[in-house]
């Protein structure tokens, strides 16, 4: 009989610190509003703006947003993609723009990040058996085959992903598309599926934002789980204090705080959602939700997390994936190659190593 050890952690990657605002901004009473989408808390703060309808409007637009990219929810236009059998799904622009720009990391990245990993992920099930353990006495956690991921693995490939306009034309992964056109989605492989969650909360958070300046904002943050988005700096023009998250660590725990204002803070790592396995072998390894797109098992390299500081939080979605994926030498090797983005890596001896020399 195999000793399983289960856990089960809901937090947020980064998490902006109590008491940030600081004397100069007593008189500014900040508001905020927090709901639930993408299986995650979100909650949107404005330190210059009185009116709640604003953030009613905010978490109006996530639902939106998940009725659309979610990839579990029923009818949403990424799930009628996925059961189509092949044929050209219509989709809304927002959904087409998405699929686009996750095409796009999956060129740039070689096929290290893929859209189409659904199927591996589907097998895994890491959130689901984790809530089957935590209700299930000595429930033994599965591990797919090889041979089981081998097979889901002939199926997972970011080139069958097709976006053609109402004219049949397809777009090439780095066509810009327009909002006045009709476009489509189909699977040039049937058992091929699409799951948008390493890029999908990184786009609704640069669009909340373009709202938000819109309404006139300058001073505010967006939580998206590991996703912090910073509109402008504090009331008083000092930067927000961020902290992010130490892996494993306590809800809030943070291992190390970073000042920034007018920034996108996303985290991801092996600690959201996993499992262990403790056997004869005494086996420990960590199974989450980031997987080999290679050999259809979680990664396993030097790292707990990565942390991408840039201009925009869909790019730092896409890229925390990504230089998790890679290890602490070719990740940072990659950010450093890089002019306007940062990174900051948790190794799992607990370093925090940037990409960026800290001045002492």
């Known amino acids: 009989m195999k000793k399983i050890y289960y856990f089960w952690i809901f937090l947020m990657c980064t998490t902006i610190l109590s008491g940030c605002l600081g004397s100069a901004a007593k008189n500014k009473t900040p508001i905020s509003q927090t709901g639930f989408a993408f299986d995650t808390v979100i909650t949107i703060t404005l330190y210059d703006n009185t009116n709640t309808a604003v953030l009613d409007h905010c978490l109006a637009l996530c639902e939106q947003y998940e009725s659309l990219f979610s990839a579990t929810l029923e009818d949403s236009e990424v799930w009628q993609i996925n059961h189509a059998g092949g044929q050209p799904t219509a989709v809304s622009y927002d959904t087409a723009s998405l699929i686009q720009a996750a095409r796009y990391y999956c060129a740039q990245t070689q096929g290290i990040l893929d859209l189409t990993l659904r199927p591996v992920a589907e097998e895994w099930q890491i959130s689901e058996q984790m809530k089957q353990a935590a209700s299930t006495t000595d429930y033994e956690f599965y591990i797919p085959s090889d041979k089981t991921l081998s097979d889901l693995l002939k199926h997972v490939n970011y080139k069958n992903v097709r976006i053609t306009d109402e004219a049949g034309t397809e777009m090439n992964y780095d066509t810009a598309l327009s909002n006045d056109t009709k476009y489509f989605v189909s699977l040039a492989d049937d058992q091929s599926a699409i799951d948008l969650g390493f890029i999908a909360k990184g786009y609704v958070a640069d669009h909340l934002k373009a709202y938000l300046l819109s309404e006139g904002v300058t001073s505010g943050i967006i939580s998206l789980g590991g996703n912090i988005l910073l509109i402008g700096s504090k009331p008083n023009g000092a930067p927000f204090n961020v902290g992010i998250q130490k892996p494993f ?16 803070v996303v985290s991801s790592g092996c600690y959201e959602r996993y499992f262990v396995l403790d056997d004869i072998k005494k086996d420990k390894t960590i199974y989450h939700h980031i997987f080999d797109a290679t050999t259809g098992y979680p990664v396993q390299n030097d790292l707990l997390s990565v942390t991408i500081l840039s201009d925009s939080s869909l790019e730092g979605d896409a890229l925390s994936t990504y230089c998790y994926i ?14 306007t983005v940062d990174a900051v890596f948790v190794t799992k001896d607990y370093e925090v190593i940037p990409s960026y020399t800290v001045s002492k």
């Open 249 to 264: 660590g306590a809800v809030s725990e943070v291992i190390t705080t970073l000042q920034k204002s007018e920034t996108s």
């Open 326 to 339: 890679l290890g602490l030498e070719r990740g940072l090797a990659y950010i450093q190659s890089l002019e």
